[in-house]
């Protein structure tokens, strides 16, 4: 599982999943934002959140053939 990045250390150079500092997340792209406070903003499909503090990767999409079997009951 991954662990979530503060934008500090590093900034993502694709589509992930972000959190703000009012912990509202949004899946997209971080991008620097002069209007932001923290310096960084995301965007996805026209929706954007301001004050990014953290992100962290998206998982591998589902692959039905990689689940099989691993049903539980």
Not at 13 to 39: F, I, P, Q, R
């Amino acid at each position: 599982m991954s662990e979530w990045i503060p934008i500090t250390k590093s900034i993502p150079d694709k589509e992930v999943l972000c959190c703000n500092s009012h912990k509202d997340m949004l899946m997209g792209y971080v991008y620097a934002d002069n209007e932001s406070n923290t310096g960084y903003a995301a965007e996805s499909e026209g929706c954007i959140l301001m004050d990014v503090t953290a992100w962290m990767p998206l998982p591998k999409p589902y692959r039905e053939e990689e689940n099989r079997g691993n049903a539980n009951g």
